[in-house]
């Protein structure tokens, strides 16, 4: 004899829970991060350094001129290096750094993408991680569904008799069929 298969009834969490619990943890991690890093800026690209601190290797910000043109230094060799005040890139020894923010004081720039800390691709990776996951889980249950036999239950345990027509084991589709 067949074993048959039985499918019991799962409650699934509502989709609105669901939401509020991934927005509660992004919010959690996203406030843990801060409270890790205090003087940080919150994006690990962000870094903000004030007059005469290093930019790039030995480059070192000087401020504004009167004009506004960002002033940089290297007291290594004597360089200097000037900027427009719209200026958005600076670049000095082969690397280069985006120019989100400056004024006299401060500088706030972001390093490129290449220069992320090791955990940013981890969190990264650990996310595509769980979303494929979630896929493949989701594509099994809507898989399920579709399939889904009539219990053994409803139908008796007493076997049909010789002269009667077995019921069917799945369900009937509903509506017409496709052409």
């Known amino acids: 004899m067949a074993r048959r298969m039985r499918l019991g009834?799962?409650?699934r969490a509502p989709v609105?829970?669901?939401i509020a619990a991934g927005l509660a943890l992004f919010l959690t991690v996203y406030e843990g991060y801060r409270l890790i890093m205090p003087f940080v800026a919150r994006d690990p690209l962000y870094h903000?350094?004030?007059?005469?601190?290093?930019?790039?290797d030995d480059w070192q910000y000087e401020g504004e001129n009167e004009e506004g043109y960002l002033l940089f230094y290297n007291p290594i060799n004597g360089d200097r290096a000037m900027l427009p005040p719209q200026s958005r890139l600076f670049g000095a020894d082969g690397k280069w750094v985006v120019i989100e923010h400056a004024d006299a004081a401060s500088l706030t720039y972001a390093e490129p993408l290449e220069a992320a800390p090791w955990y940013v691709y981890f969190l990264l990776l650990a996310a595509f991680g769980v979303g494929a996951w979630w896929a493949v889980k989701r594509a099994?249950?809507?898989r399920g569904k579709r399939m889904r036999i009539r219990s053994s239950r409803s139908r008796g345990?007493?076997?049909?008799?010789a002269g009667r027509?077995?019921?069917r084991r799945f369900k009937p589709r509903r509506g017409p069929r496709p052409s």
């Open 48 to 56: 903000e350094v004030n007059f005469g601190q290093r930019v790039i």
């Open 140 to 142: 099994r249950v809507v």
């Open 165 to 167: 027509h077995a019921r």
């Open 157 to 161: 345990s007493v076997a049909p008799a």
């Open 9 to 11: 009834n799962r409650r």
């Open 16 to 18: 609105w829970l669901m």
